[in-house]
C-alpha cells in the first residue's frame, strides 16, 4: 500500500528556465528535430524533483541530523560539523553526534553531472581537461530518457558551468520486438547478443541494426537484419580475396576497358563520398551507411571488379590494380565507423603498414567533385549490358557463347571496350537495319540487336513474341483512353500528362519493335 514518508526534492522552477530556451533556439542541436517539442512540454510542466531513494547502493545525501532535532547540509563531514556548531551553539558537538540521512541520490541525480564529473569538474572547476574538452560535441542516447538524463544535464551545465554540456545531441531508435514491443528483462523479449555475435559476427549484427535504424525512428528487430549484414560482411571478404589473388604484370599495358571502369568508379566514389560526409553532417548515419553499402555491393563488386578482373589464370596491369588497391582502401575507410572489425583487419593485410597504424586513426578520404554527366552516359552502358544479359537468360545462351551486337539509332561509342566485355561480344557495329531473326531490346530512343541465328527456337520465339505484342497494344489502348478523355486531360496536372504520353511513345515504339522482329522471324 502507498506509505507517506519523508523525502528530499529539489526546486525545478529556475533550472527548467536556463535549460529550455539553449534547446528551443537551437543553440543545442536535437537530431530529429521533432523531439524538441517532447523537450518544451516537460520543461513547461515541470514538478519538483524527488531526488532521495531507500536503496543501500548510491552517493549518499549529504545532510546531517543534529541532536536537538533539525539538520545541516555540507558538502563534507567536516563542513556539516562547522554547521551543527553554529546552528546548535554547542562547540563540544562531535561526528558521533550527527547522524547522516540513509537515503541515497536518485541515480539521475548523479547521472546530470556526468559532463562535468568525467573531467574532474566538480571537484576541480578550472582543469586542464575539462577546459579543453567542456563542452563536448555530441551526446547519443535514447528518446525515452530525453527528460531524466538529457534535460537535466542541460541544467546542471548551465547551473555550475555556466554553459551547455555539449552542441548536439543525437537519439537512437528504440529496439523492438516483431510484435511492438519495447525488449526489455521483464518482458524476456530480448535476444541474447553474443548469441547474434557467434551466429552473425559482431560487425554483421551492428551493421544490420545501422541499416534499419533511422535517427529517432524505433528499430522492429528481426534476425534476418544481422544475416544481411553478415552476408555484406561476407562480400567484402570475397571482394578482397579476388583482388588480392590476383597476379600482377608490370609489362602490359592498361586494356581500354579497364581504363574506363577506374574512370567511372573514381567519379562514383567521389559521388558517394559527397553523398557520406552530407548524411554525416545531418547526423543520417542509416543513409550513409546505406550509400556505402550500395557503392561496395553493387558498383564495386557487381560492376568494377567484373569490368577490371582478368581472364582465368590471366596477370592484371599494374595500374589497373594499384587503382583497385585505392578504391579498395578507400572503401574501407568508409565502411569503417560502421564495421570496424572486419574493416581493421582487411586494411592491414590490404598493404604493408607502419607499427601503430590502424585504420581507427586513418584519415577519411576527401570530397572531390564527380562529373555527372558521365555518371549519366555510364548509367545508359549498365542498361545496354543488362539488356544483352537478359537475352541470354530468355535464351539459355551460355554466357562463354561471343555475341554480336547491332545498334539502330544514335550511341555512345566511348564505353564500347566495356560493353564488349562484359557482354562477350566479338564485335559492336551501328546498322541501318537489324539482321533478320535478331532479338532487340532499346535504351532511351535506340535500339540494340542481337543477331542470334540458329541459337534460338523460332516458333516458341514467335509465341513469346505474340504474347508480349498483345500486352503492349493492351496496354497502349489503356493509356490512350485516358488521353482521350477530356475530363481527365482537362483536370490531370501537366506533369500527369506528360507521363502519360511518355508511356504512350514508349508502348508505341516497343510495338514497332516487337512487329519487326516477328516479320524478321516469318521470312
Known amino acids: 500500500e502507498p506509505k507517506l514518508s519523508m523525502q528530499w526534492f529539489l526546486k525545478m522552477e529556475h533550472l527548467a528556465q536556463i535549460a529550455l530556451e539553449p534547446v528551443m533556439n537551437d543553440d543545442i542541436k536535437f537530431y530529429p528535430p521533432k523531439f ?14 524527488c531526488i532521495s531513494r531507500q536503496l543501500w547502493w548510491g552517493h549518499r545525501i549529504p545532510a546531517y541530523f543534529l541532536p536537538e532535532g533539525g539538520y545541516v547540509v555540507a558538502e563534507t563531514e567536516e563542513k556539516a560539523l562547522e554547521l551543527a556548531k553554529e546552528k546548535c551553539g554547542n562547540p563540544n558537538l562531535t561526528m558521533s553526534d550527527l547522524r547522516q540521512d540513509e537515503d541515497v541520490l ?4 548523479s547521472s546530470w553531472l556526468w559532463p562535468i564529473s568525467l573531467f574532474d569538474g566538480i571537484n576541480n572547476p578550472d582543469n586542464e581537461e575539462i577546459n579543453y574538452y567542456y563542452p563536448t560535441s555530441d551526446l547519443v542516447t535514447g528518446p525515452d530518457i530525453i527528460f531524466f538524463w538529457v534535460a537535466r544535464m542541460i541544467m546542471a551545465g548551465y547551473e555550475y558551468r555556466g554553459k551547455m554540456p555539449f552542441k548536439s545531441v543525437y537519439f537512437t531508435g ?7 514491443r519495447k525488449m526489455s528483462k521483464s518482458l524476456g523479449n530480448s535476444p541474447d547478443p553474443l548469441q547474434l555475435i557467434e551466429q552473425y559476427g559482431a560487425d554483421g549484427v551492428r551493421m544490420g541494426l545501422m541499416l534499419a535504424a533511422p ?67 545531418k547526423y543520417r548515419l542509416s543513409e550513409a551507411m546505406m550509400a556505402v553499402y550500395k557503392l ?9 571488379l567484373e569490368m577490371v578482373k582478368p581472364g582465368y589464370q590471366q596477370p592484371i596491369d599494374k595500374a589497373t590494380y594499384e587503382a583497385t588497391l585505392g578504391f579498395f ?3 574501407l575507410r568508409l565502411l569503417h565507423p560502421f564495421m570496424p572489425f572486419i574493416t581493421e583487419e582487411l586494411w592491414q593485410a590490404l598493404e604493408p603498414r607502419k607499427e601503430g597504424e590502424s585504420l581507427m586513426v586513418a584519415q577519411m578520404p576527401e570530397v572531390a567533385v564527380a562529373d555527372s554527366a558521365y555518371l549519366d552516359a555510364f548509367e545508359i552502358v549498365k542498361e545496354i549490358v543488362g539488356g544483352v544479359r537478359t537475352i ?10 561471343v555475341l554480336e551486337l547491332q545498334i539502330v539509332g544514335e550511341h555512345n561509342e566511348a564505353f564500347n571496350a566495356v560493353i564488349a566485355k562484359m557482354c562477350n561480344l566479338s564485335s559492336i557495329s551501328k546498322v541501318e537495319e537489324k539482321a533478320a531473326g535478331a532479338v532487340s531490346f532499346l535504351v532511351r530512343t ?33 493509356v490512350m483512353k485516358k488521353l482521350g478523355n477530356e475530363n481527365f486531360v482537362s483536370k490531370a496536372p501537366a506533369k500527369v500528362i506528360e507521363m502519360e504520353k511518355k508511356k504512350q511513345a514508349d508502348a508505341e515504339s516497343k510495338i514497332k519493335s516487337i512487329e519487326e522482329s516477328i516479320a524478321a522471324l516469318t521470312k
Open 329 to 331: 582502401d578507400a572503401l
Open 36 to 49: 524538441k517539442n517532447t523537450y518544451r512540454h516537460w520543461m513547461e510542466n515541470i514538478k519538483d524533483w
Open 106 to 109: 536518485d541515480t539521475w541525480f
Open 296 to 304: 561496395f555491393w553493387d558498383e564495386f563488386s557487381s560492376w568494377y
Open 174 to 180: 528504440i529496439v523492438r520486438d516483431k510484435l511492438g
Open 215 to 281: 535517427a529517432g525512428n524505433d528499430i522492429p528487430f528481426d534476425d534476418a537484419l544481422c544475416e544481411q549484414g553478415r552476408n555484406f560482411n561476407n562480400k567484402i571478404w570475397n571482394a578482397f580475396r579476388l583482388v588480392k589473388g590476383w597476379t600482377v604484370d608490370d609489362t602490359i599495358a592498361q586494356p581500354e576497358a579497364s581504363a574506363i571502369a577506374v574512370k567511372w568508379f573514381k567519379m562514383q566514389l567521389d559521388k558517394t563520398i559527397a553523398e557520406v560526409d552530407d548524411s554525416f553532417s
Open 446 to 478: 535506340t535500339e540494340y540487336a542481337v543477331p542470334l541465328g540458329n541459337l534460338i527456337n523460332v516458333e516458341e520465339e514467335l509465341a513469346k513474341l505474340q504474347e508480349e505484342l498483345k500486352y503492349q497494344k493492351g496496354f497502349l489502348t489503356s
Open 392 to 401: 541470354r537468360l530468355q535464351k539459355n545462351i551460355p554466357n562463354k557463347d
